[in-house]
C-alpha cells in the first residue's frame, strides 16, 4: 500500500510569483486536504477536495486554489505569492470527506520559501 | 482565535517515566479529538483519538483522557521511550469545524536515556 506522496520536496520562489505543489493520496483515498504548517505553528487547514470538488475550506483567500484528478491526485496552486506564505505544505488524504474517526493520512509536505 | 491550545511548547521527561501532554479547546460543537506525531522531516502521523462521548481511550503505552467540562483533553505515555521524542500535536474535528482539523500549536516531546 502507498503512503502519500507530495512534490516536490522543497522550493524557494520570489515574491509575486506562481507557485504548484503536488500530491498523490493513498491507495483507495477519494478525499485529499491540504494544510498550511508557518514555522513553530500547527497546521492549518487551507482546503478539502472531494470528488474533484472543493469541499470545505478555511481561513485563505482566493489566490490558494486547488485542483483534484480522476485518479484523486492533487494539486494546490498559490498566486502572487507573499513573504507569508513560506511555511511547510502538508496534503493529507482520507477514505472519504467525514469517516467516523476523521483520521487522516498526511505526506511529508512541500517546504516552500519565498524570499 | 486559536480554538485548540497547547500551552507547553516543550516537554522533558526521563525514560521510563509518564509523559503528560496538555490541550484545551473552546469549541464545544468539537466530537472527535486526534493526537498526531510528527518526526523531522515527516508528515504528521496519528497516534490515537478519542470521541465525546468517552473520556478514556487507551491504546497500548498511550492513553487519552477527555474532560468535556473543562474542554480538556491529555495524552499520556507510559513508559516514554527515546523514540518518542517528537512534536505531539492535539487536533480536534466535528461540529461546525466540518471536515476539516484543527490543531493545536505542538509540544516537542524530549525523552532523555
Known amino acids: 500500500e502507498t503512503g502519500v506522496t507530495q512534490s516536490p520536496t522543497h522550493l524557494i520562489k520570489t515574491r509575486g510569483q506562481q507557485v504548484t505543489l503536488r500530491c498523490s493520496s493513498q491507495?483507495?483515498?477519494?478525499?485529499v486536504s491540504w494544510y498550511q504548517q508557518a514555522l513553530g505553528q500547527g497546521p492549518q487547514f487551507i482546503f478539502q477536495?472531494?470528488?474533484?470538488?472543493?469541499?470545505g475550506r478555511g481561513n485563505f483567500p482566493p489566490r490558494f486554489s486547488g485542483l483534484q484528478f480522476p485518479n484523486y491526485s492533487s494539486e494546490l496552486n498559490v498566486n502572487a505569492l507573499e513573504l507569508d506564505d513560506s511555511a511547510l505544505y502538508l496534503c493529507?488524504?482520507?477514505?472519504?470527506?467525514?469517516?467516523?474517526?476523521?483520521?487522516?493520512?498526511f505526506g511529508p509536505g512541500t517546504r516552500l520559501t519565498v524570499t | 482565535d486559536q480554538q485548540v491550545k497547547q500551552n507547553s511548547p516543550s516537554l522533558s521527561v526521563q525514560e521510563g517515566r509518564i509523559s503528560i501532554l496538555n490541550c484545551d479547546y473552546t469549541?464545544?460543537?468539537?466530537?472527535?479529538f486526534l493526537w498526531y506525531k510528527k518526526y523531522p522531516a515527516e508528515g504528521p502521523t496519528f497516534l490515537i483519538s478519542?470521541?465525546?462521548?468517552?473520556d478514556k481511550n487507551e491504546d497500548g503505552r498511550f492513553t487519552v483522557f477527555l474532560n468535556k467540562s473543562a474542554k480538556h483533553l491529555s495524552l499520556h505515555i507510559v513508559p516514554s521511550q527515546p523514540g518518542d521524542s517528537a512534536v505531539y500535536f492535539c487536533?480536534?474535528?466535528?461540529?461546525?469545524?466540518?471536515?476539516?482539523?484543527?490543531f493545536g500549536g505542538g509540544t516537542r516531546l524530549m525523552v532523555k536515556p
Open positions: 487536533a480536534a474535528s466535528g461540529g461546525n469545524a466540518g471536515n476539516m482539523l484543527t
Open positions: 491507495s483507495g483515498h477519494n478525499t
Open positions: 493529507a488524504s482520507s477514505l472519504a470527506p467525514r469517516t467516523a474517526t476523521y483520521e487522516q493520512y
Open positions: 469549541n464545544s460543537m468539537f466530537d472527535y
Open positions: 478519542i470521541s465525546s462521548i468517552k
Open positions: 477536495y472531494y470528488r474533484e470538488e472543493e469541499n
